[in-house]
Protein backbone atom coordinates (compact mmCIF):
# COMPACT_ATOMS: atom_id res chain seq x y z
CA UNK A 1 0.00 0.00 0.00
CA UNK A 2 1.03 3.52 -0.64
CA UNK A 3 1.68 5.23 2.11
CA UNK A 4 1.35 9.65 2.56
CA UNK A 5 2.66 10.85 -0.61
CA UNK A 6 4.07 14.34 -0.37
CA UNK A 7 5.72 16.89 -2.75
CA UNK A 8 8.15 18.33 -2.55
CA UNK A 9 10.79 16.47 -0.98
CA UNK A 10 12.93 19.54 -0.41
CA UNK A 11 12.48 23.45 -1.59
CA UNK A 12 14.99 26.59 -1.13
CA UNK A 13 13.08 29.25 -1.96
CA UNK A 14 13.49 33.21 -1.56
CA UNK A 15 12.09 35.19 1.04
CA UNK A 16 8.82 36.66 -0.30
CA UNK A 17 7.70 33.95 -2.71
CA UNK A 18 5.19 31.47 -2.77
CA UNK A 19 5.66 28.24 -1.62
CA UNK A 20 2.94 25.61 -2.31
CA UNK A 21 3.27 21.75 -0.35
CA UNK A 22 1.46 19.06 -1.80
CA UNK A 23 -0.10 16.06 0.00
CA UNK A 24 -1.92 12.81 -0.96
CA UNK A 25 -3.44 11.11 2.03
CA UNK A 26 -3.24 7.06 2.33
CA UNK A 27 -6.75 6.39 0.53
CA UNK A 28 -9.36 5.58 2.47
CA UNK A 29 -8.65 8.21 5.43
CA UNK A 30 -10.97 10.46 6.41
CA UNK A 31 -8.47 12.61 8.74
CA UNK A 32 -6.06 14.60 7.04
CA UNK A 33 -2.75 16.60 9.04
CA UNK A 34 -0.40 19.21 8.39
CA UNK A 35 2.55 19.16 11.48
CA UNK A 36 5.38 21.77 11.05
CA UNK A 37 8.64 20.64 12.71
CA UNK A 38 11.96 22.68 14.08
CA UNK A 39 14.28 21.96 16.31
CA UNK A 40 12.85 24.62 18.80
CA UNK A 41 9.51 23.79 18.93
CA UNK A 42 9.25 20.27 17.95
CA UNK A 43 6.26 18.76 15.85
CA UNK A 44 2.98 21.10 16.02
CA UNK A 45 -0.40 20.50 14.26
CA UNK A 46 -0.98 23.37 12.32
CA UNK A 47 -4.33 21.99 10.89
CA UNK A 48 -6.61 19.08 10.59
CA UNK A 49 -9.33 18.19 8.14
CA UNK A 50 -12.04 15.66 8.21
CA UNK A 51 -13.76 14.32 4.92
CA UNK A 52 -12.11 17.57 3.46
CA UNK A 53 -13.89 19.93 5.87
CA UNK A 54 -10.47 21.84 7.64
CA UNK A 55 -11.91 21.21 11.75
CA UNK A 56 -9.08 23.09 13.43
CA UNK A 57 -6.71 25.94 11.94
CA UNK A 58 -5.84 27.36 15.50
CA UNK A 59 -2.12 25.98 14.96
CA UNK A 60 -1.91 27.77 11.99
CA UNK A 61 0.77 30.22 12.16
CA UNK A 62 -0.06 33.52 10.54
CA UNK A 63 -2.34 34.74 7.77
CA UNK A 64 1.07 33.88 5.65
CA UNK A 65 -0.62 30.38 6.03
CA UNK A 66 -3.46 28.66 4.08
CA UNK A 67 -4.74 25.21 3.89
CA UNK A 68 -7.03 23.42 1.52
CA UNK A 69 -8.51 19.76 0.56
CA UNK A 70 -10.70 20.06 -2.54
CA UNK A 71 -11.05 16.27 -2.45
CA UNK A 72 -10.33 12.96 -0.81
CA UNK A 73 -7.39 12.47 -1.83
CA UNK A 74 -5.26 15.74 -2.32
CA UNK A 75 -4.22 18.60 0.42
CA UNK A 76 -2.11 21.68 -0.13
CA UNK A 77 -0.40 23.88 2.39
CA UNK A 78 0.42 26.99 1.53
CA UNK A 79 2.55 29.73 2.38
CA UNK A 80 2.58 33.30 1.31
CA UNK A 81 4.72 35.46 1.10
CA UNK A 82 7.39 32.79 2.50
CA UNK A 83 10.27 34.06 5.50
CA UNK A 84 13.01 32.61 7.29
CA UNK A 85 11.44 31.43 10.05
CA UNK A 86 8.80 29.17 7.99
CA UNK A 87 11.77 27.16 7.89
CA UNK A 88 11.30 23.56 9.07
CA UNK A 89 10.25 20.43 7.93
CA UNK A 90 6.40 19.98 6.89
CA UNK A 91 4.84 16.82 7.42
CA UNK A 92 1.31 15.78 6.01
CA UNK A 93 -0.27 12.75 8.11
CA UNK A 94 -3.42 11.12 7.79
CA UNK A 95 -5.67 8.64 10.16
CA UNK A 96 -8.61 6.68 9.87
CA UNK A 97 -11.79 7.49 12.29
CA UNK A 98 -10.27 10.36 14.32
CA UNK A 99 -7.05 11.96 16.26
CA UNK A 100 -7.08 9.68 18.63
CA UNK A 101 -6.28 6.85 16.45
CA UNK A 102 -2.95 6.12 14.76
CA UNK A 103 -1.86 8.88 12.49
CA UNK A 104 0.64 7.75 9.36
CA UNK A 105 3.42 10.30 8.34
CA UNK A 106 4.71 11.04 4.69
CA UNK A 107 8.18 11.82 4.54
CA UNK A 108 7.80 15.42 5.25
CA UNK A 109 9.03 18.19 2.96
CA UNK A 110 11.95 20.31 3.76
CA UNK A 111 11.77 23.81 3.13
CA UNK A 112 14.83 26.30 3.03
CA UNK A 113 13.78 30.42 3.01
CA UNK A 114 16.34 32.24 2.26
CA UNK B 1 3.61 23.44 32.34
CA UNK B 2 3.68 21.72 28.95
CA UNK B 3 1.18 19.47 27.94
CA UNK B 4 3.15 16.66 27.33
CA UNK B 5 6.76 17.02 28.76
CA UNK B 6 9.57 14.66 27.96
CA UNK B 7 13.25 14.63 28.90
CA UNK B 8 15.20 16.04 25.29
CA UNK B 9 18.23 13.33 26.11
CA UNK B 10 20.14 12.17 25.14
CA UNK B 11 19.76 8.87 26.77
CA UNK B 12 22.86 6.63 26.33
CA UNK B 13 22.44 2.79 26.97
CA UNK B 14 24.95 0.08 26.46
CA UNK B 15 23.82 -2.64 23.49
CA UNK B 16 21.50 -5.38 25.11
CA UNK B 17 20.97 -3.22 27.84
CA UNK B 18 17.17 -1.80 28.85
CA UNK B 19 16.37 1.68 27.57
CA UNK B 20 13.39 3.34 29.75
CA UNK B 21 11.60 6.41 28.36
CA UNK B 22 9.62 8.93 30.39
CA UNK B 23 6.54 11.25 29.24
CA UNK B 24 4.13 12.95 31.87
CA UNK B 25 1.25 14.75 30.45
CA UNK B 26 -0.91 17.58 32.08
CA UNK B 27 -4.37 16.79 30.48
CA UNK B 28 -6.18 13.80 33.70
CA UNK B 29 -8.62 13.41 31.08
CA UNK B 30 -6.32 11.57 28.30
CA UNK B 31 -7.20 8.35 26.82
CA UNK B 32 -5.37 7.39 24.09
CA UNK B 33 -1.09 7.73 24.13
CA UNK B 34 1.11 6.73 21.17
CA UNK B 35 4.87 6.27 20.95
CA UNK B 36 6.73 7.21 17.97
CA UNK B 37 10.20 6.73 16.37
CA UNK B 38 12.17 9.18 14.70
CA UNK B 39 15.58 8.43 12.71
CA UNK B 40 17.36 11.17 11.93
CA UNK B 41 16.15 12.71 8.69
CA UNK B 42 12.86 10.66 8.47
CA UNK B 43 9.42 11.07 9.53
CA UNK B 44 7.77 9.69 12.65
CA UNK B 45 6.52 5.98 12.95
CA UNK B 46 4.28 4.43 15.26
CA UNK B 47 5.52 1.76 17.48
CA UNK B 48 3.09 1.40 20.12
CA UNK B 49 0.03 2.94 21.28
CA UNK B 50 -1.56 2.65 24.52
CA UNK B 51 -5.29 3.01 25.98
CA UNK B 52 -5.53 1.21 29.96
CA UNK B 53 -3.56 1.30 32.92
CA UNK B 54 -0.57 -1.29 33.08
CA UNK B 55 1.26 -2.58 30.54
CA UNK B 56 1.38 -3.86 27.21
CA UNK B 57 4.05 -5.88 25.51
CA UNK B 58 4.58 -6.24 21.85
CA UNK B 59 8.23 -7.82 20.81
CA UNK B 60 11.41 -6.28 23.02
CA UNK B 61 9.02 -2.69 23.45
CA UNK B 62 6.31 -1.93 26.35
CA UNK B 63 4.50 0.62 27.00
CA UNK B 64 3.78 1.32 30.42
CA UNK B 65 0.47 3.71 31.21
CA UNK B 66 0.14 5.39 35.13
CA UNK B 67 -3.14 7.48 34.54
CA UNK B 68 -2.80 8.24 38.34
CA UNK B 69 0.24 9.86 37.86
CA UNK B 70 -0.27 10.98 34.58
CA UNK B 71 2.74 9.14 32.78
CA UNK B 72 3.52 6.79 30.21
CA UNK B 73 6.33 4.70 29.33
CA UNK B 74 8.70 2.85 26.77
CA UNK B 75 10.72 0.18 27.58
CA UNK B 76 12.98 -1.65 24.84
CA UNK B 77 14.70 -4.52 26.08
CA UNK B 78 18.02 -5.56 24.22
CA UNK B 79 18.98 -2.70 23.08
CA UNK B 80 20.37 -2.48 19.89
CA UNK B 81 22.35 0.29 17.74
CA UNK B 82 19.33 0.63 15.35
CA UNK B 83 17.11 1.54 17.94
CA UNK B 84 18.90 4.48 18.31
CA UNK B 85 16.60 7.50 17.20
CA UNK B 86 14.29 9.99 18.82
CA UNK B 87 11.61 8.98 20.81
CA UNK B 88 8.14 11.15 20.65
CA UNK B 89 5.59 10.43 22.90
CA UNK B 90 2.00 11.82 21.91
CA UNK B 91 -0.93 12.02 23.70
CA UNK B 92 -5.05 13.22 22.60
CA UNK B 93 -5.31 16.08 24.98
CA UNK B 94 -9.10 16.67 25.21
CA UNK B 95 -9.29 20.07 26.44
CA UNK B 96 -7.43 20.71 23.15
CA UNK B 97 -10.39 19.20 21.56
CA UNK B 98 -8.67 15.85 21.17
CA UNK B 99 -5.77 16.98 19.11
CA UNK B 100 -3.15 14.71 19.67
CA UNK B 101 -0.15 16.79 21.01
CA UNK B 102 3.54 15.68 20.48
CA UNK B 103 6.29 15.59 23.00
CA UNK B 104 9.68 17.64 21.97
CA UNK B 105 11.28 14.21 21.88
CA UNK B 106 14.09 11.89 23.98
CA UNK B 107 17.25 11.39 21.81
CA UNK B 108 18.11 7.61 22.60
CA UNK B 109 21.55 6.31 21.92
CA UNK B 110 22.55 2.65 21.48
CA UNK B 111 26.34 1.92 22.48
CA UNK B 112 27.89 -1.16 20.77
Known amino acids: DAGVIQSPRHEVTEMGQEVTLRCKPI?????LFWYRQTMMRGLELLIY????????DSGMPEDRFSAKMPNASFSTLKIQPSEPRDSAVYFC????????????FGEGSWLTVV | QKEVEQNSGPLSVPEGAIASLNCTYS??????FFWYRQYSGKSPELIMF????GDKEDGRFTAQLNKASQYVSLLIRDSQPSDSATYLC????????????FGAGTILRVKS
Open chain 2, 90 to 101: AVRIMEYGNKLV
Open chain 1, 27 to 31: SGHDY
Open chain 2, 50 to 53: IYSN
Open chain 2, 27 to 32: DRGSQS
Open chain 1, 49 to 56: FNNNVPID
Open chain 1, 93 to 104: ASSLGGTGNTIY
